[in-house]
């Protein structure tokens, strides 16, 4: 299994930038995908942003041009760099990691316990 811990989160104004880390341990060997994902006050959780172990990345449209996903495999650390913060962007935001368990020819997913993102004046 894996657990993930999220940091970074708090209060910002509009315009404003905060970076998130997501730190994986235990089965970090089977984390193929790791994401980013937020769910707002009376709605569902949305896919914010994704990367690959290689490096490869996904974004919702939503925050194209403004935050950046990436990985230090090393660490087994998963970051989101938020800029031009909107109120829309308020949400708890969870780290997801996408586990390939081979020998059962499935996948699961991992979520941390979330870190609230607030965007104020």
């Known amino acids: 299994q894996v657990q993930l811990v999220e940091s970074g989160g708090g209060l910002v104004q509009p315009g404003g930038s905060l970076r998130l880390s997501c730190a994986a341990s235990?089965?970090?060997?089977?984390?193929?995908?790791m994401g980013w994902y937020r769910q707002a006050p009376g709605k569902q959780r949305e896919l914010v942003a994704t990367?690959?172990?290689?490096?490869?990345?996904n974004y919702a449209d939503s925050v194209k041009g403004r935050f950046t996903i990436s990985r230090d495999n090393a660490k087994n650390t998963v970051y989101l760099q938020m800029n031009s913060l909107k109120p829309g962007d308020t949400a708890v935001y969870y780290c997801?990691?996408?586990?390939?368990?081979?020998?059962?020819?499935?996948?699961?997913?991992?979520w941390g316990q979330g870190t609230q993102v607030t965007v104020s004046s």
């Open positions: 235990g089965s970090v060997r089977d984390i193929n995908i």
């Open positions: 990367v690959t172990r290689r490096g490869s990345t």
């Open positions: 997801n990691a996408d586990l390939y368990l081979a020998a059962m020819g499935t996948n699961i997913h991992y």
